[in-house]
Each structure stands twice: as C-alpha cells, then as structure tokens.
C-alpha cells in the first residue's frame, strides 16, 4: 500500500473554537474531579498543554510536568515518533513508582501510538483526552467527546477568522 492510499479521501473537519475547548476541558475536570486524589499532571506537549493548565486550575493541581513525544512533523501527517523530553523521576516514583496518583492530560488521542508510548513510561497513571478517537480510545481512562477516525480537529490555536463554506459546498467545486 502506498503513503497516499494511507491518507483518508475526504477527512471530515471539526473545528473547535476557544469557547468550546475551554468549556470541555472543563468537563474534563469535571470527570475527573471524583476519580481520585491527584498529585501531579502531566501534559502531553503541545497539545496537552492548555487542557492541562485548565484541569490543574480547576482540581488545585500544582505539580504540572511535561512528556515531549512529536509524532505530527509537517502538521499533517504522523510520522516516526520522537521523544523530545521524559517525564521527570521524581514524578514517576510519586506513590510507589510507576505513576500512581499522576494524571496525563493531552488534547486528543488519535491512533493511540503516543498515548502507548506514555502509557508505557507511567502504567499506573490515569490518562485523559479533551477528545478521542476510535483507534486511540481504548488507551484512554477519560475523555469527554469521541469523533470519527476520518474527522480532522482544527484546534484553536490552529486556526485563523476566516469565511467558511456551507458543508453542503465543500467537494462540489
């Protein structure tokens, strides 16, 4: 099979502007809120970032650490995974060891190959995701809203004020 038979034909998009992410990564700490007495977070870099700044402000985390894995290298398609930084030991050895105590906040899991990878590193920790979808999801202890495999996500942080065409326009050039 070659690279372009890989690639989804028509991917749906979801965008999600600011309003919306901040109001599901609220529903996140929601969730999570009677899940456990969390010591520490730590966030999926970059994605995971602003969901986790939101979840440690609402459960009163102050511990905050990253993991820093790149899987997305032209923004469009994934490519070999990457670890850029590890998770500190002293997060790890937090409750026994292995990451109890610990949540891994990231903004999506997708295919789930970063979301294994973490989950190798702390296997007791608890993962959550603002959004999943179905190849990742099995990996995942929490999330608030599951898309389709073929469905895009535009983050806010991804997307610029711009005219958008009718879905009933889209492919009928």
């Known amino acids: 099979m070659s690279p372009q038979d890989a690639q989804p034909l028509a991917p749906k998009a979801f965008p999600v502007s ?20 969390w010591k520490a977070i730590v966030c999926i870099t970059r994605g995971g970032l602003v969901p986790a700044a939101i979840v ?9 650490e990253t993991v820093g894995i790149a899987s ?7 490519g070999e995974l990457q670890i850029i930084k590890q998770v ?12 109890a105590g610990v949540l891994i ?10 979301a294994r990878m ?5 296997p007791k920790a608890h993962f959550a995701t603002v959004y999943a979808k179905p190849k990742g999801r099995p990996l995942v202890d929490t999330f608030i809203t599951e898309v389709s495999q073929d469905t895009w996500i535009y983050f806010p942080w991804d997307l ?5 065409p009718p879905i009933s326009r889209q492919g009928n050039d």
């Open 88 to 99: 500190s030991p002293d997060i790890v050895a937090l409750d026994g060891g292995e990451g």
């Open 56 to 64: 440690a402000r609402e459960l009163n985390i102050r511990i905050i």
């Open 105 to 114: 906040i990231d903004d999506l899991v997708d295919t789930g190959k970063t």
């Open 118 to 122: 973490v989950r190798d590193m702390l």
């Open 18 to 37: 600011w309003d919306q992410f901040h109001r599901d990564a609220r529903a996140l700490a929601w969730r999570l809120a009677g899940l456990g007495e």
């Open 72 to 78: 997305y290298h032209d923004y469009t398609t994934q």
């Open 160 to 164: 610029g004020f711009a005219f958008q």
